[in-house]
């Protein structure tokens, strides 16, 4: 299982690249995916669930929606769009719980990958995670994740949610939610949106 470590904060997207970006997903927003209906949810499997109850707490699931409560696209998080996202203000993570948090993607097709997002900086000891930085950071897992698995063979059974040109790309997914599955870890929830 791959794994890679961030330091995940709004300001560090530059203009530059988001504007080289917004032209990269409108290009790659063309291609149709045969056998995949839009507004499909990305299956995955459940990622070992730890004890995600502490204290008397059930596990949490934070949504990320726009005003019309479609699921937010990955393409307006990369692209700084926060005001576009509802309650992006919104604190879920604080300096109170672990440093890190471990993101989990188990696409189809392809083996468990995981990132850790940093909950903390160096300098103060604190940090509030907020929807909007929550919804970045997983923006920004989900194209590492395409780019490192787009040079893999996906499983034949599910060629359908292959990634990479031709297949599955940024463009095409929302994020609709993030699920707790352990204390420190949580898994995101893709839906594929079509052309």
């Not at 502490?54 to 005003?67: H, T």
């Not at 909950?119 to 940090?127: A, D, F, P, V």
């Not at 997914?173 to 949580?186: A, R």
Request: proline letters at 7%.
């Amino acid at each position: 299982m791959a794994e890679t470590q961030y330091e995940c904060l709004e300001d560090s997207i530059g203009e530059e690249s988001i504007l080289a970006e917004l032209a990269y997903l409108r290009f790659i927003e063309n291609i149709t995916i045969p056998g995949l209906p839009a507004w499909t949810c990305i299956p995955q499997r459940l990622y070992c669930r730890g004890p995600a109850i502490q204290n008397g707490r059930s596990p949490q699931k934070i949504m990320f929606v726009m005003a019309d409560g479609a699921p937010f696209p990955a393409k307006f998080a990369l692209a700084g769009q926060r005001n576009l996202l509802m309650n992006a203000d919104d604190i879920f993570l604080t300096s109170e719980q672990s440093s890190t948090t471990h993101i989990q993607i188990e696409w189809p097709g392809y083996d468990g990958w995981g990132a850790k997002m940093r909950n903390r900086t160096l300098e103060t000891n604190s940090w509030n995670v907020t929807r909007a930085k929550l919804v970045i950071a997983i923006a920004m897992f989900l194209r590492k994740f395409i780019e490192e698995m787009q040079s893999t063979p996906v499983n034949p059974a599910d060629k359908m949610y292959e990634v990479g040109p031709g297949g599955i790309e940024l463009g095409h997914i929302h994020i609709d939610s993030l699920e707790q599955v352990g204390l420190d870890s949580w898994q995101p929830v893709f839906i594929y949106s079509g052309p």
